[in-house]
């Protein structure tokens, strides 16, 4: 009798790992067919763990800035941008904070009424822009040309948003469109950054963070996101090089802690070529927070630069349990085989980095090795507005520039899961429901027919990096 259970039982977990193992043998047989689309196809079908790294302002598409920022006439926003430089200034003033030879800079209707008359001639409504006007206002927060990189997007793209990020209500309908979008594609966690300060009413009057909050709150419980069945907690970041930044760190700690139902960590974000950044910086600061305040988790940027230095290590000792981006970990051996195997999780933006001149091609990323040495690693689409790109196009590269097995996809999708800041039940109840999903989409996908079936949204950077989706 025992015999012939466990004969059952070899048979029954046989016939398990043998719908994984003909999987496998599929996918290997889809990337040989050498059917990019089809490939392309089935990675957005596939359902997906979680985007552990994203901000909110930068994951916004050009039209959904256009369109939403239009429908805030609704509450009272009107915005103005810029048009023409007719040299109103005769200084050059301060180019960072106040740019003033900058195109299509976004402002409200109450900044523009501060301005004097040689100054508001160069603004034009933002809903009376000619079609060209349009399509070039688009193209200015958009990384889409071969010459930009980093300096158009650390220095314009930002500043151009102006006035946009200040908007709460805009702010959470970019969200919620997120939210929707991502989950088309079978995602099922996000975690962005989202900065509740610095928000205005259309006087220019402050709105409060708490204000801001339960704008959040009461949007992410309307019926079209809770359709979505999507989880999503919001970290909180800090520029990294700001004078300000220990005191937005220590503030930013402590509005997480008083709203946990939304915001589980916080972040230091910003370029790390200004050495005023540099991780070592937070270190005091980090540590006084953690005296008094619990349970606020940190997933802190780290190694996203060209040279080899400490950052990692470094951002490691702050007390990050993830790394983001981590590049240049790949210049200290000695670390990465002390992140073999975990804790730590490096989050892994294949598209931003290209695009940001980080690697020149994708022979140069470290991710594969980081992977294949067990070092746990997630894709994620860090600020997918501005590379007109998604969570299938992460996967898509990584697939096809680095020949991922079936197991290795599931396996990204499994750690974006595992190394979320959400409570360990939620945790569990994704994962579980993560593994119902693919196991269904593996029978749906082996049983044949079923690629032509599956309707893709491809956007800019798949369209032209890959020539995918009939290129426009
Ligand atoms: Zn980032």
């Known amino acids: 009798m025992i015999r012939l259970l466990i004969a059952i039982l070899f048979t029954l977990l046989g016939q398990v790992s043998f719908a994984g193992d003909e999987m496998s043998q599929w996918f290997e047989q889809l990337k040989r067919n050498g059917d990019v689309d089809d490939l392309y196809k089935v990675l957005y079908a596939m359902p997906k763990g979680g985007d552990l790294h994203s901000h ?36 050059g003033g301060n180019e960072f904070d106040d740019p003033y030879l900058m195109y299509f800079i976004n402002i409200q209707e109450s900044n523009w009424k501060r301005l004097n008359k ?58 919620a469109r997120n939210i929707k979008a991502f989950s088309a594609e079978g995602v099922m966690y996000m975690e962005p950054d989202f900065n509740p300060y610095g928000a205005v009413h259309p006087d220019g009057s402050r709105i409060s963070p708490e204000e801001v909050a339960d704008i959040l709150r009461v949007r992410l419980k309307q019926k079209d996101i809770m359709e979505t069945g999507m989880e999503i907690r919001f970290q909180l970041a800090a520029l990294r090089f700001l004078p300000t930044a220990l005191k937005d760190l220590k503030r930013n700690y402590e509005f997480a802690a008083g709203n946990r139902d939304l915001w589980v960590a916080v972040d230091l974000v910003g370029r790390e070529d200004d050495g005023k950044g540099y991780p070592g910086r937070f270190l005091q600061t980090f540590r006084e927070l953690r005296r008094q305040i619990h349970g606020i988790r940190l997933s802190i940027h780290g190694g996203e630069v060209d ?41 892994i933006n294949l598209v931003s980095n290209l695009l940001m001149k980080y690697v020149d091609d994708y022979s140069q990323h470290p991710f594969p090795e980081y992977l294949r040495l067990g070092i746990p690693v ?50 569990q109840e994704m994962l579980d429901l993560y593994e119902k999903r693919i196991a269904a989409f593996e029978r749906k996908m082996i049983r044949g027919n079923e690629i032509r079936k599956i309707k893709t949204e491809c956007r800019g950077f798949i369209r032209k990096q890959y020539h995918l989706c009939g290129k426009k």
């Open 378 to 427: 997630a894709l994620s689409t860090d600020d997918r507005g501005m590379w007109d790109s998604t969570m299938t196009d992460e996967f898509f590269v990584a697939v096809k520039e680095f020949n991922l097995s079936w197991g290795e996809v599931k396996q990204l999708s499994r750690d974006s899961l595992k190394f979320s800041f959400v409570d360990e039940n939620i945790k």
């Open 118 to 175: 040689c100054e508001q001639g160069e603004y034009k409504r933002l809903s009376g822009l000619t079609e060209v006007e349009k399509v070039a206002w688009q193209n200015s927060i958009r990384l889409d040309k071969p010459y930009e990189g980093r300096n158009e997007f650390f220095q314009t793209h930002w500043q151009r948003l102006g006035d946009l990020v200040r908007n709460p209500y805009l702010a959470t309908e970019a969200v």
């Open 56 to 91: 909110s302002s930068g994951s916004v598409f050009a039209e959904w800035w256009y369109e939403l920022a239009l429908a805030q006439e609704e509450n009272g926003y009107t915005y103005y941008t810029k048009t023409r430089i007719s040299n109103c200034r005769g200084y």
């Open 307 to 347: 040279e080899p230095n400490r950052h990692v290590r470094d951002t490691l000792i702050l007390g990050a349990e993830r790394i983001g981006h981590g590049i240049n970990l790949i210049s200290d051996p000695d670390l990465m085989l002390l992140m073999r195997g975990g804790p730590y999780l490096v989050e």
